[in-house]
C-alpha cells in the first residue's frame, strides 16, 4: 500500500516554456503532499506543503508564481514550472505524509527536468 | 529551525556492519526517520524513532537521544544493494506539514 505516482519521470524542455508535473497517490487519500527539489548530490529541499482544496505553502525563497501547485483532488496534486530556465533544472519529487506513529512519508518516483 | 548533519560519505565492505550518525540542532521535532535513496530514484522509507532508544527492522536498524541531540542508523551484514544515500529527517513540533532532512550520507559497500 502507500503507492505514490509521479509523471512524467524525465521531460526536456525550452527555456521559457512551462511544465506540468502531477502526483497521484494510487491507494490512498492523501490531503497533504509535499514537493522537493533536489540537486545532484544534495539533500532534498522542501518547496511547498500541498493541501487539497487550498492554496499551497511555500517555503521562504520559493516563488509561488514560478512554482504554481495546485491539489484538486485528494488523490492528485501538480507542480507546474512556468517560464522554465535552465537553473530550474533538476529532480523534483513529490510526497504524501501520514500521520501517526511512523511519522512516514511515501515518495513518487520523481521528475528529472532539464531546461535547455 | 532544524538542522541535521551527516557525514557525507561512508565506505565499508560486504557483511561489515556500518553506522550512520545524525547530529541535530532543531526546536522540537515529533521523531527522526531515515530515509534510503538509490541513484536516480525516489527515497524510500527505512525506520523511524519516536522514542529514545533502539528501533529495529531486520537488517536495519535505528537509535536516538533526544538529550544528546543524537540518532544514528545501522546497517548490518552489508550487501552491495545497500550502497545508496542515506538521509535522516524530522517532521516539525510546531509545524506538523514541514520536514528537514538531513545533509546525506553516500554509503559505499565494497566486495
Known amino acids: 500500500g502507500a503507492v505514490v505516482s509521479q509523471h512524467p519521470s524525465r521531460v526536456i524542455c525550452k527555456s521559457g516554456t512551462s511544465v506540468k508535473i502531477e502526483c497521484r497517490s494510487l491507494?490512498?487519500?492523501?490531503?497533504?503532499m509535499f514537493w522537493y527539489r533536489q540537486f545532484p548530490k544534495q539533500s532534498l529541499m522542501l518547496m511547498a506543503t500541498?493541501?487539497?482544496?487550498?492554496?499551497?505553502?511555500?517555503e521562504q525563497g520559493v516563488e509561488k508564481d514560478k512554482f504554481l501547485i495546485n491539489h484538486a483532488s485528494l488523490t492528485l496534486s501538480t507542480l507546474t514550472v512556468t517560464s522554465a530556465h535552465p537553473e530550474d533544472s533538476s529532480f523534483y519529487i513529490c510526497?504524501?505524509?501520514?500521520?501517526?506513529?511512523?511519522?512516514?512519508?511515501?515518495f513518487g518516483p520523481g521528475t528529472r527536468l532539464t531546461v535547455l | 529551525g532544524q538542522s541535521l548533519e551527516q557525514p557525507s560519505e561512508v565506505t565499508a565492505v560486504e557483511g561489515a556492519i556500518v553506522q550512520i550518525n545524525c547530529t541535530y540542532q532543531?526546536?522540537?521535532?515529533?521523531?527522526l526517520s531515515w530515509y534510503q535513496q538509490h541513484d536516480g530514484g525516489a527515497p524510500t522509507f527505512l525506520s523511524y524513532n519516536g522514542l529514545d532508544g533502539l528501533e529495529e527492522t531486520g537488517r536495519f536498524s535505528s537509535f536516538l537521544s533526544r538529550s544528546d541531540s543524537y540518532g544514528y542508523l545501522l546497517l548490518q551484514e552489508l550487501q552491495m544493494k545497500d550502497s545508496a544515500s542515506y538521509f535522516c529527517a524530522v517532521r516539525d513540533l510546531d509545524n506538523f506539514n514541514k520536514f528537514y532532512f538531513g545533509s546525506g550520507t553516500k554509503l559505499n559497500v565494497k566486495p
Open positions: 510526497s504524501a505524509g501520514t500521520s501517526g506513529r511512523t511519522d512516514t512519508q511515501y
Open positions: 500541498s493541501n487539497e482544496g487550498s492554496k499551497a505553502t511555500y
Open positions: 491507494d490512498f487519500q492523501a490531503t497533504t
Open positions: 532543531t526546536s522540537g521535532f515529533y521523531g
